[in-house]
């Protein structure tokens, strides 16, 4: 069975730093794909990015970019020059190629601090 | 181009009523997803559904739960005789296509429906 693991409950940082979220994952599939997703105090859930499992290139979108070791089954999230609009939940996920279910973490409280 | 439209947003029901969750998905979307999300917990997968056809339930309730995605309207997520224990966040999620086809697997969330049982 497919496993998400988050083994940081909170973080925080300060503003315009750079901040390292950790995820694990477990998997006995050859081809699937990982998520972040940020869920701020509105509780709305927003893809931040997808990394497709048989891409060797870290997926990368603006100030967010992420450090996929496939090997390892770690996929970590690095936020660039964190703003106070990056205050969130953050959840890993992970889904197999061709399935639809989606497997959460529980997910890393980041504060971003002023 | 709306995305995925769930209400109400919030929904107070005492022990023991009925709870109905509508979910409009994204233009162009036959496809519809139920998760649940508990207090302090991450989403888990609930149901998904095509127009008229439940595709899978496994992550269902077996009993008080239903779901539904009529030909016409919104999806409807349907829990009967609630519970403390159904308190959560109930998140539906749309896509264009069926997983295999090519969609990447990526999923679009609506905003959520939170569900008080008092």
């Known amino acids: 069975a497919q496993t998400v693991t988050q083994s940081q409950p909170e973080m925080s940082v300060q503003e315009a730093e750079t901040v390292t979220l950790s995820c694990t994952y477990d998997?006995?599939?050859?081809?699937?794909?990982l998520f972040w997703y940020k869920q701020p105090p509105s509780r709305q859930m927003i893809l931040v990015i997808r990394?497709?499992?048989?891409?060797?290139q870290n997926a990368t979108e603006n100030r967010f970019s992420v450090n996929f070791q496939k090997a390892a089954k770690s996929f970590s999230l690095k936020i660039s020059d964190s703003q106070l609009g990056d205050t969130a939940m953050y959840f890993c996920a992970s889904s197999t190629s061709g399935t639809y279910k989606y497997i959460f973490g529980t997910g890393t409280r980041l504060k971003v601090l002023a | 181009n709306a995305g995925v439209m769930q209400n109400p947003r919030h929904l107070v029901r005492r022990r023991g009523q009925e709870a109905r969750l509508r979910c409009s998905p994204m233009k162009g979307h036959s496809h519809v997803y139920w998760y649940r999300q508990l207090p302090e917990e991450g989403l888990k997968f609930m149901v998904y559904?095509?127009?008229?056809?439940?595709?899978?339930e496994s992550g269902m309730p077996k009993e008080r739960f239903s779901a539904e995605f009529p030909k016409e309207g919104p999806s409807i997520l349907r829990i009967q005789q609630v519970v403390r224990g159904d308190s959560a966040a109930y998140f539906c999620a749309s896509s264009s296509k069926s997983p295999g086809q090519g969609a990447g697997n990526t999923i679009y969330f609506g905003e959520g429906s939170w569900l008080t049982v008092v």
């Open positions: 990394q497709e499992a048989y891409k060797q």
């Open positions: 559904l095509q127009k008229e056809n439940i595709i899978d």
């Open positions: 998997t006995s599939e050859s081809n699937y794909y």
